[in-house]
């Protein structure tokens, strides 16, 4: 069992409060009112530049060259190719990068990003990719269980080409690097007298995705 398999069964009510949120659920089911959509997609650009951010710490952090350059390659990924798609997605929504630029910072988004700039910054490599694990894995968890669901709306959802974007064999991929980089990292420092404050971590992590979700639904709030 990978170190990441055990996090999340040890967490099993905020992963699913994570994986299973109303937003994800309306996306299957293409309902989602636009507004929402769209004011998730403008905090993700914010969100996408401290999750850059983030891997750089965790260059910073890495005692070898092997791990330094598994983190630089994922910070040079998402400046030059995932910013960019975003950027095109967005687009194709209405929204320009200069928008996106302008936008206020959500709580919800500081919430999650600083606090995995925090674990960084407090604790190893390890911590913080730990802190990092719910968003990179449980958005391939939700594009491939959407996917392959029969209860998702696949024709007239405006919502497909995200739900098929999270659940391509390119983006799975990603997840299993990042699985494998985890149990790496676990060779040399993790411990089972760590777990307990691992688990922690990535269950403050889970819930803080949920609140991200949860951001997109109360704008719709009068």
């Not at 994922?74 to 997605?89: C, F, G, N, R």
């Not at 998702?152 to 497909?160: E, F, Q, R, S, V």
Request: hydrophobic fraction near 45%; aromatic fraction near 12%; proline fraction near 4%.
């Amino acid at each position: 069992m990978t170190l990441f398999q055990r996090l999340k069964e040890a967490n099993p009510d905020a992963w699913c409060a994570f994986t299973d949120h109303a937003f994800v659920a309306r996306l299957q089911s293409g309902d989602l009112p636009a507004a929402a959509f769209e004011h998730y997609l403008k905090q993700d650009y914010l969100f996408l530049i401290h999750f850059a951010r983030a891997y750089s710490l965790a260059a910073y952090k890495s005692d070898n060259l092997a791990d330094m350059r598994a983190a630089t390659a994922t910070v040079s990924a998402l400046i030059d190719t995932e910013m960019a798609l975003h950027v095109q997605y967005c687009a194709e929504w209405g929204i320009s990068e200069e928008q996106m630029q302008a936008v206020e910072e959500a709580p919800e988004n500081m919430a999650y990003t600083r606090y995995v700039l925090e674990k960084g910054l407090s604790g190893d490599i390890l911590d913080l990719y730990v802190a990092l694990a719910p968003c990179v894995m449980g958005y391939g968890e939700i594009g491939e269980k959407l996917i392959n669901s029969p209860e998702t709306k696949k024709t007239g959802n405006p919502y497909l080409p995200w739900i098929e974007m999270y659940a391509s064999d390119e983006y799975q991929e990603v997840v299993t690097a990042s699985i494998d980089q985890i149990d790496k990292l676990a060779i040399s420092r993790f411990t089972e007298a760590r777990f307990d404050s691992l688990s922690k971590t990535f269950r403050e992590a889970s819930r803080l995705e949920a609140g991200f979700w949860q951001m997109g639904l109360n704008i719709l709030e009068p």
